[in-house]
């Protein structure tokens, strides 16, 4: 069995105020929940950017290929442009990586109404791409990808058909149908025992 590894490095300093204060607007920002979340996406950059760095200072037939796989990988991402070079793998952001997750493009897209709803949608297995359920919040979403997400088919919550654009039909109180209502007896008085 594969042994599964972190993917993410901690900070060197723990107690760094600016650091915190900065991971905690992000946090809200992105409706993430827990700072793993930021790291894992700042040893992404990491490694990217580390890459591009190794690649500009190689040369030669290799660097060339590797140079075109890593900037057509990060333009499949959306995180870079058209004509892209090295310079701008490395003008990267965490905001930018964080951005491209399945939870912030649902809330942009309008299909959740917060970062924190989009986050249950998916968790929940309401959101697809392209039919398919995903539920991992964190998920880097292709720019081709982009465009088929939507609401699972079939699924329902609070009360309607997910997708529908009119509600499902109220339903009616035992008072307008004529009938009694049901009465639960065990949160009632007996009236066996009582002194």
Not at 9 to 22: F, G, N, Q
Not at 127 to 135: D, E, L, P, Q, S
Not at 149 to 177: D, L, M, R
């Given at each position: 069995?594969?042994?599964?590894?972190?993917?993410?490095?901690?900070?060197?300093?723990?107690?760094?105020?600016?650091?915190?204060?900065?991971?905690?607007?992000?946090?809200?920002?992105?409706?993430?929940?827990?700072?793993?979340?930021?790291?894992?996406?700042?040893?992404?950059?990491?490694?990217?950017?580390?890459?591009?760095?190794?690649?500009?200072?190689?040369?030669?037939?290799?660097?060339?290929?590797?140079?075109?796989q890593l900037i057509s990988r990060l333009q499949c991402l959306g995180l870079v442009g058209e004509n892209a070079t090295l310079d701008d793998v490395l003008g990267l952001t965490v905001d930018k990586i964080?951005?491209?997750?399945?939870?912030?493009?649902?809330?942009?897209?309008?299909?959740?109404?917060?970062?924190?709803?989009?986050?249950?949608?998916?968790?929940?297995?309401?959101?697809?791409?392209?039919?398919?359920?995903?539920?991992?919040?964190?998920?880097?979403?292709?720019?081709?990808?982009?465009?088929?997400?939507?609401?699972?088919?079939?699924?329902?919550?609070?009360?309607?058909?997910?997708?529908?654009?009119?509600?499902?039909?109220?339903?009616?109180?035992?008072?307008?149908?004529?009938?009694?209502?049901?009465?639960?007896?065990?949160?009632?008085?007996?009236?066996?025992?009582?002194?």
């Open positions: 069995m594969k042994r599964q590894r972190k993917k993410y490095l901690r900070p060197s300093h723990p107690w760094e105020k600016s650091r915190m204060d900065a991971e905690d607007a992000m946090l809200s920002k992105f409706g993430l929940r827990r700072k793993e979340e930021i790291w894992r996406a700042q040893t992404l950059l990491r490694n990217f950017r580390s890459q591009a760095r190794n690649l500009l200072a190689a040369s030669g037939p290799q660097a060339e290929r590797e140079t075109r964080l951005e491209r997750r399945l939870q912030s493009i649902v809330h942009r897209k309008g299909l959740a109404q917060s970062m924190l709803q989009a986050r249950q949608l998916i968790v929940h297995g309401h959101i697809a791409i392209a039919g398919r359920c995903v539920n991992v919040p964190s998920y880097l979403v292709p720019v081709k990808e982009e465009p088929l997400i939507g609401y699972v088919s079939g699924k329902t919550f609070a009360g309607s058909k997910v997708g529908s654009p009119e509600p499902s039909e109220p339903v009616k109180a035992p008072e307008e149908t004529g009938a009694a209502p049901e009465r639960n007896g065990a949160n009632e008085p007996t009236g066996e025992g009582e002194n």
